[in-house]
Nanobody, 118 residues
Framework: QVQLAESGGGSVEAGGSLSLSCVGS????????MGWYRQAPGKEREFVAL????????AYGDSVTGRFTISRDNAKNTVYLQMNDLKPEDTGIYYC???????????WGQGIQVTVSS
């Protein structure tokens, strides 16, 4: 079992920056790939970014490439999402997810709100 807790959300004006953190706890949390997903009101949850268990090979959704950066610190059991040049369409609830090939359904955090005003 893995537990995840996001922090760092909030409100910012367009063009601003926010940094999200997700702390994991539980069994072998550092053996999981970590990802960020988001869900805007009335829309389906979408992929934002992913990083493997070693902190290599980051991958990004098309809408955030070049603006967001995912990283992790396994010594702190934490994954980060640095979000720059934020746009109103980045508004939504951001979720952290831990997964691995043997557990594709993975574990989700409770989510945290990000609001970008124009």
């Amino acid at each position: 079992q893995v537990q995840l807790a996001e922090s760092g959300g909030g409100s910012v004006e367009a063009g601003g920056s926010l940094s999200l953190s997700c702390v994991g706890s539980g069994r072998a949390v550092n053996t999981y790939a970590m990802g960020w997903y988001r869900q805007a009101p009335g829309k389906e949850r979408e992929f934002v970014a992913l990083i493997n268990y070693r902190g290599a090979h980051p991958a990004y959704g098309d809408s955030v490439t070049g603006r967001f950066t995912i990283s992790r610190d396994n010594a702190k059991n934490t994954v980060y999402l640095q979000m720059n040049d934020l746009k109103p369409e980045d508004t939504g609830i951001y979720y952290c997810k831990a997964s691995r090939p043997s557990e594709p359904e993975g574990y989700w955090g409770q989510g945290i709100q990000v609001t970008v005003s124009s």
